[in-house]
């Protein structure tokens, strides 16, 4: 389990430092694009939609920063409909499912790529094959395949109700 805890760990932080650079190369390429057409007149060709992809890669990799932290969005109507004691079997079964539904998706998600890459599809603006930047799609979904496969093995390693969260960390640091 501690070995699944520091994989897990890992992830998250290689994530994190992926989803940063993705939003600082989205967020520096505006800047340039709008400072450049301040001063020139025109602004930086295919900026947009660098932009765009870089917020691709951001949002799908927030997938897994959500997760790892227990703050992705889940319905919680139903927490109390069941008895405590089979809180255990519960949370190993919606794992699974989760796991199961992150497999689904990023088997579907090769697919597509394949598809694209098989077609050689290319960024009109960019001159330049789209389908790596599709594979972050499958990617992002075969690591939530692999982290909700590990809470459902070890559930003491999913984070909990992280509703009140933000008071606790804000108490920490």
Request: proline share 3%; net charge positive; charged share 20%.
């Amino acid at each position: 389990m501690e070995n699944a805890k520091d994989f897990l760990d890992k992830v998250y932080r290689f994530e994190k430092a992926v989803a940063v650079f993705a939003f600082s190369v989205m967020t520096l390429v505006i800047i340039a694009d709008v400072i450049i057409r301040k001063l020139v007149g025109v602004g930086i060709a295919g900026a947009m939609r660098i932009a765009v992809y870089a917020m691709i890669v951001t949002a799908l990799i927030s997938f897994g920063l959500a997760s790892h932290k227990g703050r992705h969005l889940r319905p919680k109507f139903a927490d109390n409909f069941l008895p405590k004691l089979w809180e255990f079997q519960i949370i190993s079964l919606q794992e699974s499912l989760h796991a199961l539904f992150c497999l689904v998706f990023a088997v579907v998600a090769v697919g597509v790529v394949y598809e694209t890459y098989l077609l050689e599809e290319t960024s009109r603006m960019l001159r330049i094959v789209i389908w790596p930047m599709q594979s972050v799609i499958p990617l992002a979904f075969f690591v939530g395949f692999v982290r909700h496969g590990l809470y459902a093995l070890y559930p003491e390693l999913r984070p909990g109700d992280n509703s009140d969260m933000a008071t606790k960390e804000g108490l920490k640091e």
